[in-house]
């Protein structure tokens, strides 16, 4: 089956720091995903970002569906942005997730 | 005006009890999900229905049934529930059409299982 890493497992930033989360996967998919689950469980859909680049407000994403990876830009980090992040691929039919990104942001 | 709803939020019941999980949907998606979250965060997927047929069971044991009444529930029925079935499970759903608001998977807000 295809796998979907995610990088890095845990971030701790200072309010008001930029990240860059990273997912690789290994094999070629038709659609990929960025949820963030906030401290409450809530799965929160970011972006649907098959190929190219999407923004929305402080976030946005980009996919190389060419060379296998999607990032995640944060900027400006806010405590609320805490929580963990995934990404997920689409393949055969179901929604395949990476193991997350632990985001903590402290003020 | 809730997209994919799932009930109960929380559930707490003894071991060897039966219990259902209950999930609808508003947004007009074909296909619906459940997905199980371990305690270490790990999602993954247990059964997934089209239009009421099942088309994905990735060997979850016979304990778990899931049921379609029509394209808009996905129920979950779980038998003699054990200890490591705690976990919260999340009912989605999807609709591949490019171009509209409703496409890639929308997820309900999880049901927390615990077996006591």
Known sequence: GIQVEQSPPDLILQEGANSTLRCNFSDSVNNLQWFHQNPWGQLINLFYIPSGTKQNGRLSATTVATERYSLLYISSSQTTDSGVYFCAVEYGNKLVFGAGTILRVKS | ?116
Request: charged share 20%; with cysteine.
């Open chain 2, 1 to 116: 005006d809730t997209a994919v709803s799932q009930t109960p939020k929380y559930l707490v019941t003894q071991m060897g009890n039966d219990k259902s999980i209950k999930c609808e949907q508003n947004l007009g998606h074909d296909t619906m999900y459940w997905y199980k979250q371990d305690s270490k965060k790990f999602l993954k997927i247990m059964f997934s229905y089209n239009n009421k047929e099942l088309i994905i069971n990735e060997t979850v044991p016979n304990r778990f049934s899931p049921k379609s009444p029509d394209k808009a529930h996905l129920n979950l029925h779980i038998n003699s529930l054990e200890l490591g079935d705690s976990a919260v499970y999340f009912c989605a759903s999807s609709q591949v059409v490019i171009q509209t608001p409703n496409y890639g998977y929308t997820f309900g807000s999880g049901t927390r299982l615990t077996v006591v």
